[in-house]
């Protein structure tokens, strides 16, 4: 297949944004706040909220990573122009953060959407406990009708804990969420073969469905002022959210209702995986080599066939020796295998709880804990199920 075509994008990447049931919308500070006086763009802000509180009324998820808490606090520090020292920059984005999350809170609140904090720095997504507790995180307040809005964390990141943007952060989000499209609102309208300022005739590149070695040249020299690492960051955003089956969009958001313009056929870049994504993670959980095993009853067994987590109670005996968040396996007690999981709890925890209710999991181990032994999320049944 073709790496890349040119041609309209309002037919496939728009009909995936409208089928989401996961979505997540990067947006940077130039969007948010303006650029001479340092103030929160409102009106602009007013309208995306309206986009998200419209997509989540037709079921679907959406997460927000934002930046704008160092711009929106400099302002209110009445710090000078130019680059900030660290400590300024770590001061700026703590008042900041609670202005932007004001902000988000009263742009979605008119809707009756319920907007949460989340604060991420580089180490929670690559340290494996942290990485999973963000991700419970995210499940619960999805599951509880709240928009989680993200940024990375300034007021306590240095150089070697900082993501450093929002494009790559936006994408290690889409896969903690298993997003099915994610949305980089920026200041141009995609991936040009050529940068467009310079060159009359570039081409704009609607879809692109294998980033190759032509498609990483076209990067070089796209965008605005200080763009050329802004679209690599972008290709690097769109390598991680399909590599997990997550389409990817880029297209300019400055415009009143960016998303519903996105969905309307505005135009963009669209960067589609061969799967989606819940395919691409089960497909991950079935080839990793589990490092234990949850042998199960005949009861949990039909559960599990049923589309259910697996709960303690199921549990009969746990085999080997894992921490949170690895892969095991999942057998009947006749030692049938019947699939693969990510365990909810390390071994050692596993033995105390297993063959109880999950009411009865704090008592037994002293802390509050997930419900499940392994939650239907992060489970491939070899049955299909």
Known sequence: MAPLTSDDTSGEGAGRLKAARTLVVKIGSALLVDAGTGALRDAWLKTLAADVAAIRARGTDVVIVSSGSIALGRRALKLPRGALTLEQSQAAAAVGQIRLARAYEEALAPHGVISAQVLLTLDDT??????????????????????PVVNENDTVATDEIRYGDNDRLGARVAQIADADVLVLLSDVDGLYDKNPRDFEGASHIGVVREISAEIEAMAGGTGTEGAKGGMVTKLMAAKTAMRGGCAMAITKGAVDHPLAALENGALATWFLPKEDAARAKKQWIAGMKPMGAFIVDAGAARALGQGKSLLPAGVKRVVGSFERGDPVAIESEEGAALGAALASYSAVEARVIAGRRSGEI??????????????????????GA
């Open 126 to 147: 690559q340290n494996r406990r942290r990485y999973l507790n963000a991700r419970a995180t995210l499940q619960e307040l999805l599951a509880n009708g709240a928009t």
């Open 362 to 383: 704090e008592e037994l181990l002293g802390y509050p804990g997930r419900a499940a032994m392994a939650h239907r999320d992060d489970m491939v049944l070899w049955g």
